[in-house]
């Protein structure tokens, strides 16, 4: 039995509650826009939701997406979908007319794989004439469009003021057991973007099936367009990818370094290591580590790929690395203040109230001889260290 809109949004609303809400404040407290639905889950605690969700999850995902409105979300969120049912997932070379449109997952190997790019999701003009903003929605395949007319009738020369920036990568995929077939075409967009894929792997793609213009690549015909919802790497293991060359190395280096997008995650991982203190790792140890601060195991790989550049970790054999990032002064006495003034959150909040203005705990900074200079920093570290959020400016609270 369907349900409207209407129902659909407070159905999602009480989900989020219930199941959602700590992953989704978890997430933004680390800069990470993006929530994961287990599929599995929603089944059993929502089964219409569920069922509409596989058959129309254009409106559906819409109702999701107005429904994390109430939740304090002021910025995009990107939703990913996982654990599709065996009875969705297909090949390529058996996509027909009725897949296009329902929630589906698609079972390929990997044949192109482009570089990672950015893509403007949308861009905001302003007429010089009447002082009018106009949004206009970019297309990833296609240049910069600008807008055709204004409401005051001015057609040329508006003004950018400000856009949406994504990263992305197109991948194109051949059908596992028939290679010499059609193509997918995906399109990934923002952290799926960054995932650690190579040509070759075995993935699958939880989406929403386009039907193509007629277009080939590398001689093949494209069967469909997708946009991806989630990824899921059948051909990955717990281990250092075996495509590891100086030049990947040295690309993955460079992304991770000086992309704003990435360096947030990097930098919490190093800061893992540098905390474990441990000179040996075991990868597997190690990713689950990870894992638990909120880093997906595709990104940490990646990361462990760029410190070799480095040398700030070693190979020891394929299932151990060893760390050589030595500890300063400075982490030292950061560490400290970072354990008192956690310590003093606590304290403050030992009633019950886990939401606190900062202004209120900047008054017993005295208590643990720490000076007001360092809070800002120090608070930026716990809220990446996923101990508390700020659900809005000038407010902390203890997750």
Sequence with gaps: ?????????????????????????????????????????????????????????????????????????????????????ESSIISIKDIQMKYYGPLVAIKGKIRILEELKTFHKFIKFECPSCGS???????????????????????????????????????????????????????????????????????????????????????????ANMEVYGLEILSSE?????????????????????????????????????????????????????????LKEELVIDFIEALFLSSKILLINSTTIEINLPESKKEIHHSQDLEKLNHLILKLTENGQNSLSIEELKLHLVEIELSTDKIDECLDSLKHNGDIFEPKKGFIQVI
């Design 1 to 85: 039995m369907a349900i409207d809109a209407e129902e659909q949004i407070g159905k999602f609303q009480k989900l989020i509650e219930q199941s959602y809400q700590r992953q989704l404040h978890e997430n933004l407290s680390k800069k990470l826009d993006y929530l994961i639905i287990d599929f599995l889950e929603l089944t059993k605690l929502e089964p219409i939701l569920a069922r509409q969700l596989l058959d129309s999850p254009q409106e559906t995902i819409k109702a999701l997406e107005l429904a994390l409105n109430d939740f304090g979300v002021t910025n995009e969120i990107s939703l990913q979908i996982k654990n599709l049912p």
């Design 133 to 223: 903003t106009i949004t206009v929605p970019q297309d990833f395949s296609k240049k910069m469009m600008t807008p055709f007319i204004c409401c005051c009738g001015r057609k040329h020369n508006f003004k950018e003021i400000s856009s949406k920036i994504l990263d992305s990568r197109v991948i194109f995929l051949e059908d596992i057991t028939t290679p010499k077939g059609s193509l997918l075409k995906a399109t990934l967009l923002k952290e799926l973007a960054s995932k650690n894929l190579n040509k070759g792997d075995d993935i699958i793609l939880n989406g929403i099936l386009d039907i193509p213009f007629k277009e080939k690549e590398e001689g093949k015909f494209i069967k």
């Design 238 to 294: 717990n281990n250092i990818p075996k495509k590891l060359t100086q030049k990947s190395i040295s690309e993955r280096f460079q992304i991770y370094e000086n992309r704003k997008n990435f360096s947030l995650e990097f930098e919490m991982f190093k800061e893992l290591l540098s905390r474990k203190r441990k000179n040996l790792w075991q990868i597997n140890d190690l990713l689950k580590s990870a894992k638990e601060q909120g």
